[in-house]
């Protein structure tokens, strides 16, 4: 079920950082997220509703500073929309569940399955081991 909750409400349950990039799209400085060295086996799920988002298995090493996914645990947990700030075309990724901002996807990435990068916030995600 879809999570719906005012701005006050978000701000009651997440940190001021959290906030920032979840709910007003900001990003985490590059090299600096606790998840960027994960390696564990396990699940990443959206920080603000616990939507499961990306396996452990789809994880990759892009050296961009970010954590990297090459696909989504399934092609619903996430939406896609065009992105025009900061003067050029990207596609920003956001939790299906909730619509918290979570990151980027690049199609810059020819040696996974899917040439696919997607490009998440450390601070917009929580990992579960299995």
Not at 14 to 40: C, D, K, N
Not at 45 to 68: I, M, Y
Request: net charge negative.
């Amino acid at each position: 079920m879809p999570v719906e909750r005012t701005d006050a409400e978000w701000r009651e349950v997440l940190s001021p950082e959290e906030y920032h990039v979840l709910r007003e799209a900001g990003t985490e400085r590059p090299w600096t997220g606790e998840l960027l060295e994960e390696h564990r086996v396990g699940t990443y799920k959206c920080r603000a509703c616990g939507n499961v988002l990306f396996q452990s298995e789809t994880k990759f090493d892009s050296h961009c500073g970010w954590p990297s996914f090459y696909a989504p645990e399934r092609s619903d947990a996430v939406i896609a929309r065009p992105d025009d700030s900061l003067g050029m075309r990207r596609t920003e990724v956001l939790c299906a569940n909730c619509g918290s901002h979570l990151g980027h996807v690049f199609p810059d990435a020819p040696q996974t399955p899917t040439g696919d990068r997607y490009c998440m916030n450390s601070i917009s995600l929580t990992f579960d081991e299995n």
